[in-house]
Nanobody, 121 residues
Framework: QVQVVESGEGLVQAGGSLRLSCAVS????????MAWYRQAPGKQREWVAR???????NYADSVKGRFTISRDNAKNTVYLQMNSLESEDTAVYYC???????????????WGQGTQVTVSS
């Protein structure tokens, strides 16, 4: 099986920074794209940022210039550095990974359990 575990939960003041981590483990052959999503209270889950296996990144307009996604392939880990945080960034942040498991020929999509980010104004 595959486990996806986020960390970095926190409460910060507006304008502050926080770094989230997401480690993927299990019987993994490779990981293609890794992404972060978030879900604010009463809202639908939305995509935040994505990094491909080759390191290409893209971002939602709402976080562009403030958030940076990166990955460490040796550790099967993806990070989300969040700067200049705003109250609107308050949400549960979820990690998503496209994983090719050992013995499989196609990738499968996995989600973490989510980690809470709260930004106080």
């Amino acid at each position: 099986q595959v486990q996806v575990v986020e960390s970095g939960e926190g409460l910060v003041q507006a304008g502050g920074s926080l770094r989230l981590s997401c480690a993927v483990s299990g019987r993994i052959l490779s990981i293609n794209a890794m992404a972060w999503y978030r879900q604010a209270p009463g809202k639908q889950r939305e995509w935040v940022a994505r990094v491909t296996g080759g390191g290409w990144t893209n971002y939602a307009d709402s976080v562009k210039g403030r958030f940076t996604i990166s990955r460490d392939n040796a550790k099967n880990t993806v990070y989300l550095q969040m700067n200049s945080l705003e109250s609107e960034d308050t949400a549960v942040y979820y990690c998503n990974a496209d994983v090719l498991r050992l013995g499989r020929s196609t990738g499968e999509n996995y989600w973490g359990q989510g980690t809470q980010v709260t930004v106080s104004s």
